[in-house]
């Protein structure tokens, strides 16, 4: 093969046309490519983000700073000389502006000298916040308010037994045909009919045994071990499982191993149809 020289212009003209090819080929190739998609749009969400705050549970001992309501709680629960060594409060406040409903709070102590009870002494509600303070009584403690429920203990840091505690803590306890059972005892109201009639007396498994003024007076202050050697020998005599309320004003209630001092305060008689029993009793 020969390739004849050319001169300088035709020369030119070769070049150029082949630049041109291989340009027109290059553009051919880039629109050829598919266009890169677009980024995908992602939704903006607007709505304002709702916070919910939790509600805060705490506790105080004898008015100290107060803590998380722990499951366990130690305080000195032995009584001296008639007076609560400690004190516990338990403060509620409900976030997210919820109020307390007053209709939902329950607030009960169970334990094997009282049985289970309402605590309700002290408490206050104010919008949000419940508040209350009790003596420090070993037991375990059920709170709910508005559904939401906490359950806790308080134990005793002190060395000494409980049967050594001294029967000072009182409460209000209201029996009639309906409500008619504390801690164990079953209120029974008159009743007449046509043939018979029976006397309002109280009856459980225990026993129960009528007290002076003076020995009510006595008890009213004295350590468990103490009342409970105290009254034995009338245990023996004359405690009975069943009380007529006919002239009955104080009295003692022992059952498992533990004991309650009675005091009749509201009565209107053991031979009045209707009549409710309301007494102060000390544990």
Known sequence: MTIKALNGGKLLCLMAAVAGVMTLGSCNK??????PEPAPV?????TPK????????????????????KDTIKAN????????????????????????????VSFTVSNTFLGKINVSNNASITDSIYSITFPAIEGSYALSINGKARNFTVVSTGKT??????????II???DSVNKYFYGIEFVPFEKTELTSTVAHLKGAGKFVTLTDEEYNKYLTSALSYVKGDIEDKLATEGKSLLPLKDVKH?????????IICNIIDFAGAEVAGSDLTMTVTY
């Not at 709702?50 to 309501?69: C, E, G, H």
């Open 77 to 104: 629960t032995l009584l001296e000389n008639g007076v609560n060594s400690d004190s516990i409060s338990v403060d509620v406040v409900l976030r997210n502006k919820t109020m307390v409903d007053p209709a939902s």
């Open 173 to 175: 306890a209201k029996l």
């Open 251 to 259: 009295f003692v209630y022992i059952a498992n191993e533990n004991a």
């Open 50 to 69: 709702k916070i919910v705050y939790p509600d805060q549970f705490t506790f105080r001992l004898n008015n100290s700073t107060p803590d998380s309501l």
């Open 161 to 170: 037994s409980s049967a050594n505690r001294n029967l000072s803590n009182s």
């Open 30 to 35: 880039d629109d050829d490519d598919p266009e």
């Open 42 to 46: 992602v939704p903006v969400d607007s």
